[in-house]
């Protein structure tokens, strides 16, 4: 049960497109098409932006977009924008439980 | 609306016990399993149990099993985290969650928990 392995940073300029990408294994993210994404914004609860992969809860911007590529997915935020600033949490099924990624801090330069 | 609350949080000395409660309301407790989330201070998050919507299955991390119990009451719309032998490790915000399929789709605001003598 040990984390999914993220980056601790990314940045990019408003209008940028910036990827973040969550490193498991075949017990967990490349087991199972249950990868969630949250994003976190400082003293506030996680909010989920991706299930399933690929799949955005309504209301969320299309900007948001995930993928997943073997032990590896990977969320995408397309056309940056400075409320995009925050912490992102990848999340994976691993048949029973759930291991959380380590984090992602998204600064807008 | 969807709303969960978390209560019970609060300072502990370590060894010591503590529960934590999660009210919900604006859907049907009864049909969703449900989950307890928890966040040291300027760390990431960690899953660390889930139980289904009867209660009849439930799932641990390693590192609570043993000291930790999640349990619900459908009748009364509450979610529980019984937390023993607490550690000074322990000291976070716990989040009580909703499932919506294999996603946590609705968060508490979290309740915290310090671990301390």
């Known amino acids: 049960q040990s984390a999914l392995t993220q980056p601790r940073s990314v940045s990019g300029s408003p209008g940028q497109s910036v990827a973040i990408s969550c490193t498991g294994t075949?017990?967990?993210?490349?087991?199972?098409?249950?990868v969630s994404w949250y994003q976190q914004h400082p003293d506030t609860a996680p909010k989920l932006i991706i299930s399933d992969v690929t799949k955005r809860p309504s209301g969320v911007p299309d900007r948001f977009s995930g993928s997943k590529s073997g032990n590896t997915a990977s969320l995408t935020i397309s056309g940056l924008q400075a409320e995009d600033e925050a912490d992102y949490y990848c999340?994976?099924?691993?048949?029973?439980?759930?291991?959380f990624g380590t984090g992602t801090k998204v600064t807008v330069l | 609306e969807v709303q969960l609350v978390e209560s019970g949080g609060g300072l502990v000395q370590p060894g010591g016990s503590l529960r934590l409660s999660c009210a919900a309301s604006g859907f049907t407790f009864s049909g969703y399993w449900m989950s307890w989330v928890r966040q040291a201070p300027g760390k990431g998050l960690e899953w660390l149990a889930n139980i289904k919507r009867d209660g009849g299955e439930i799932y641990y991390v390693d590192s609570v099993k043993g000291r930790f119990t999640i349990s619900r009451d459908n009748a009364k719309n509450s979610l529980y985290l019984q937390m023993n032998s607490l550690r000074a490790e322990d000291t976070a915000v716990y989040y009580c969650?909703?499932?919506?399929?294999?996603?946590?789709?609705?968060w508490g605001q979290g309740t915290l928990v310090t671990v301390s003598s």
């Open positions: 969650a909703r499932y919506t399929d294999y996603a946590l789709a609705y």
């Open positions: 075949s017990s967990d993210v490349g087991g199972y098409n249950y």
């Open positions: 999340c994976s099924y691993a048949g029973n439980n759930y291991v």
